[in-house]
């Protein structure tokens, strides 16, 4: 009889803590505002998770619905005109966060969406989902670009219609008849014979012009052009 009570009591233990587990590990959906520090509700706010972008940002009445695993610590909202605030989170189901200028989200940079990415086009910038050409783009600072020893390995597959052999470089499709097939280098723009000496941890972006693109540096972008932009250049 007692070791008949003892198994059902272990069972129910078991039961129990396997319950208990169940609920520990089930996603937890958390509402709430964000406002400024007089309470009305900010719009297009960034949500922030353990200091890792959502991608969501809040509506037009400063609510957001967000679906969290048991283990997140924090919760965070970011602007770039009115600060950002991160609270630690309890599991509860209401998060409420204030703006109030100041920065709660420290050493947090949001990714740029690749569309508001802003290309080098010679003459200034504009937004890729602006542009009306396909210009070939390459961002220095991605950790896929940090093992390479020279800029022709960093620039070699990356540009579709652009071929490197060696320390020549080739763009396809660029209309060069009785011209050089070479393409123009413009380092923060200046016009320079060799890259050669440019380390891959130099550069911040490479852009990739041809055609219409190229065209504002007259016959001398008949073969293309590569704009260079270097880490502190303030282009």
Do not use: C, H
Request: glycine content about 12%; charged content about 20%.
């Amino acid at each position: 009889m007692k070791a008949k009570t003892l198994l059902l009591i272990l069972i129910a233990v078991l039961t129990a803590v396997n319950v208990s587990g169940q609920k520990r590990s089930k996603p937890v959906t958390v509402t709430g505002t964000v406002t400024d520090t007089a309470m009305i509700p900010v719009s297009g706010v960034l949500m922030v998770v353990d200091g890792v972008s959502t991608g969501l940002t809040t509506n037009r009445d400063g609510a957001f619905k967000l679906k969290l695993k048991p283990e997140v610590k924090s919760i965070g909202a970011f602007t770039y005109n009115m600060g950002s605030v991160a609270t630690v989170w309890d599991g509860s189901g209401v998060v409420n966060l204030v703006l109030d200028g100041r920065t709660g989200l420290l050493n947090f940079t949001p990714e740029t969406p690749e569309g508001e990415r802003r290309i080098d086009i010679g003459y200034g910038t504009k937004r890729r989902k602006d542009l009306t050409t396909d210009v070939g783009f390459i961002d220095g600072q991605d950790e896929a670009n940090s093992s390479y020893t020279n800029i022709y390995d960093m620039i070699q597959g990356k540009v579709p219609g652009v071929q490197v052999n060696g320390n020549k470089i080739t763009i396809r499709g660029v209309n060069s008849i009785n011209l050089s097939t070479d393409p123009l280098f413009v380092v923060d723009g200046v016009v320079v014979n060799s890259i050669d000496n440019i380390s891959p941890r130099q550069v911040k972006s490479i852009s990739v012009l041809k055609g219409s693109d190229a065209s504002i540096y007259g016959s001398r972008g008949a073969g293309g052009v590569i704009l260079i932009t270097l880490l502190g250049s303030e282009r």
